[in-house]
């Protein structure tokens, strides 16, 4: 069964349609812009509180983990856009970010935190690139600030949300359902 999932998902993330986040192409250049980048699509907006769900059920060190080693790597995956480094498959690998991560959350396996940071580094990476690739202006480093500080804010609405729902129910079935609905979201933006 998992042989045949896996061939039919990967087909679908190599489908994705392209830049979901990145709307129009003009100046890139302001801290707003910055800003407003990750929050103008629906496959980030997914994808960073995803990050923020998975940081809130490990706990711990992961609270702060998580969500920099995402901004950590999403950065450099910026940085290496701007520097003309090419990489293939990143829209869909944006969208696979909310459907794996927030499975990952759905599942709530005892999982490593060091595994899951990589997973999620390794998103982060694509979700930089794909910043860097629609950036047109000249001050990389305000734009950058504006989107590392929009990330940051949807990965603490995440914990927040995570932690809320963990009290209120006294478990984890209600934040397991948000990581699932995540991941339904994604799959949904991939049917789009």
Excluded: Y
Excluded at 32 to 55: Q, T
């Amino acid at each position: 069964m998992k042989k045949v999932s896996a061939l039919i998902l990967v087909p679908l993330l190599m489908t994705g349609t392209p830049a979901f986040a990145h709307v129009g192409h003009g100046d890139h250049a302001t801290l707003v812009s910055g800003f407003l980048h990750p929050l103008s699509g629906a496959d980030h907006l997914l994808a960073m509180i995803a990050v923020g769900l998975a940081a809130a059920m490990l706990g711990g060190r992961a609270l702060i983990a998580l969500p920099a080693t995402f901004v950590a790597v999403m950065l450099l995956g910026f940085i290496a856009a701007l520097a003309g480094v090419q990489v293939p498959l990143v829209e869909p690998m944006i969208l696979a970010s909310s459907i794996v991560i927030g499975l990952s959350v759905l599942v709530a396996r005892p999982t490593s935190p060091v595994l899951v940071g990589l997973v999620v580094g390794g998103f982060a990476f694509f979700h930089g690139h794909a910043h860097g690739t629609e950036f047109a202006g000249e001050s990389a480093a305000v734009f950058g600030a504006g989107f590392a500080a929009a990330t940051m804010l949807l990965h603490a609405v995440g914990i927040g949300a995570g932690i809320a729902v963990g009290r209120l129910t006294r478990g984890t079935t209600a934040l397991r359902v948000a990581g699932g609905a995540t991941a339904l979201g994604g799959v949904l933006l991939l049917a789009g």
